[in-house]
Structures are given as C-alpha cells and as structure tokens.
C-alpha cells in the first residue's frame, strides 16, 4: 500500500506543509523537525519521488576532457532513473561551492557530486557540508577523499599505483634520471601521485638527485614551466600528473632544442580520446572512466532512494597505455 504525506504527517505529529518542505529537501524545518519527519518517513517505507529533480556536480575542471567525460556518462546512467544533472563550474576551496548550494536547493536538489572539487584539499571549507546534511541531501566524492570527519562514499583511481606504472615502464626503459611535475601541494590526489612517484623510485634505488619533484598549476604552461626546471636537474623521463601537463613538458622539452622520446621521454595521466591524437600520440595513465562514473551513479541512486552505503573511499585501478612520446633511454 502506498504511503501518503498524510500518514507521515500523522505518524510524525507535524503538518503536511512541514511534510512536504521535508520530502522536498526545503528550508524553513527546524532539525529537530526534520528529523522526525525523517524517522517516520523511514518507519513506514516511504520512498522519496525523484522525477526531475537534480544532480548538482561540482568541478572545477570543465575543460578538461576527463572531468566533462565522466560528468557525461553520470548523466547517462542517472537520466532512466528520472534525474537530471547539473554541471556547476567551481574554483576548488572558494565560496562559489556554497553560492551553488544556496541558488539550487530549493529547486530540487536530490544529491550532490564532488568531482575533483573541495572535497580534493587539505584544508576545504566544509560548511557546504554541514548545509547538505542540515538538508539530508547526499553527496559523493570523485578522485578525492573528504576531510576526516566527513561520512561520504568516494569513488578514486589509485594514484599511488598510476605513479608506480609510469615509473616501471619508464625504468624498464633504461631511465635512470626520472622527474615528476605534480599539481600543488596540499591538493590530495596531487600529494598521493608524489608519494608514489617516490616510493616507486626508492624501489628501484634511485637517489634524491635523479628523481626530481615540481609542482605547478594543473595546465599546459604549469608543464611547460616545469619542464625546464626538471631537464636542467637532467632528467631523461618526465611524469606528469595530467595529460595537460604532459603536453606542456613536451612543448618545454622542444623549447629548449629537443625532441620527444629521443631526448626526453614523457608519460601523462587521465587517458583522455585526445592524447590518441597529439603529436606524437601520448603515453598515459588511463583512468577508468566508465567504471568511477557507473560506481558513482550507483552510489547516488541508494542515497537518494534512502538505502545504505558504504561511506570512505573505493580505490580503482588505472592502466598503462604505451604510445608514442616514451622510448628508451638516451645512450650518452
């Protein structure tokens, strides 16, 4: 038998105006309130409605061809379940996140997706947070665990691993001079593609001074600019932390006279369809797109139907692709 906002209103001892502001994520219901509503809503197996309401996703990166790829396929996989997605542009730790919030959650909001957003830094603002669980409306992370103390489920490519595949190809290529250009400190999938760039040189017995770190802005002059500060400590390979990157290191390396991969060998990191087609064809770590946009989808759906799931982060693999900008080693 179907439940009505009546018998909730009932079961709770509250309006079915304090009902409907409830079922509709809406403000103006004291906490207590809410929760109450809440109880009763799960006590007699109500199910919210969720045609036409919306995904709110937040990335600061639109132009990436990663992020809108895997906001695409979020759509694709949520859009047969009666729910539309958003796309908010956002600069990651500023106030637009909470300006979002505040514009769209009356309109009916059902849950939120932190694509590479706040939930990727150290020292992120989390009254966003607090104003989604005020509301009762779910969020997950993509490439990014929430600051401790922040119950969501997230769904990540193991950038540690991702590190340590570019380096073993890089090695088994003879490079014994090997640097790395990474995103700023402090943003968390920056800091874990450090670590694990280092941990996997360690490994492999190579010293501070063959294994030079920069970090710079995650874009074509943030590579470029690196590129000349890691040929000058004499590195034969260069791993960069995003395919943007990468093509600016192999813009730098040619600025300054050489060529990729005969002088300098450059592995990237997102496996975007466009590194299929640069010049030459990219080497990168290929995130698995398909399979964090479907876990995510899948993640938001429970939420939002009410079922449990399994907060923290879900660790997936990345795969090496070999093309063209990595060859062996220069012999002098």
């Known amino acids: 038998m179907k439940v009505g906002i009546g018998e909730i209103a009932a079961h709770a001892g509250v309006s079915e105006a304090t009902v409907s502001r409830v079922i509709n994520r809406r403000q103006g219901v004291a906490k207590g309130t809410r929760d109450a509503v809440e109880r009763a809503m799960a006590e007699l197996g109500y199910e919210r409605p969720v045609q036409g309401q919306l995904i709110a996703v937040f990335t600061e990166h639109v132009s990436n061809p990663f992020f809108t790829d895997v906001a695409e396929r979020i759509e694709t996989d949520l859009a047969p379940h009666g729910l539309k997605t958003v796309l908010c542009p956002v600069f990651s730790g500023g106030v637009q996140e909470r300006d979002y919030i505040s ?22 603002d989390t009254e966003v947070y ?44 003879g490079h014994r001079s090997i640097g790395m250009v990474s995103g700023p400190a402090g943003n968390r999938p920056a800091d ?49 932390a995003s395919d943007f990157m990468a093509l600016g290191v192999i813009r730098g390396v040619r600025r300054q006279g050489r060529s990729v991969p005969d002088d300098v060998s450059v592995v990237g990191y997102d496996g975007t369809m466009i590194t299929e087609f640069t010049d030459p064809p990219l080497t990168t770590v290929r995130q698995p797109t398909e399979r964090l946009a479907h876990g995510v989808s899948r993640a938001v759906l429970d939420l939002v139907g009410g079922r449990e799931t399994p907060a923290g982060e879900l660790l997936f693999d990345p795969e090496l692709v070999v093309r063209n900008t990595t060859g062996p080693a220069p012999s002098s």
């Not at 009356?106 to 990727?120: C, P, Q």
């Not at 501070?208 to 040929?231: I, K």
């Open 192 to 240: 874990l593609r450090v670590r694990g760039f280092l941990d996997a040189t360690v490994r492999r017995g190579l010293t501070d001074a063959d294994r030079p770190v920069v970090r710079q802005s995650y874009t074509v002059e943030g590579g470029q600019a690196a590129a000349t500060s890691l040929l000058a400590a004499g590195a034969t390979a260069i791993v960069a």
């Open 130 to 173: 607090e104003i989604l669980r005020t509301r009762r409306i779910p969020y997950v992370g993509v490439n990014g665990a929430f600051a401790d103390g922040v119950p969501a489920p997230v769904f990540s490519t193991d950038d540690r691993q991702a590190a340590e595949l570019a380096v073993d190809h890089l090695y088994k290529l």
């Open 103 to 124: 514009s769209v959650i009356d309109k009916g909001i059902a849950a939120v997706v932190f694509l590479s957003a706040s939930n990727t830094l150290d020292d992120a």
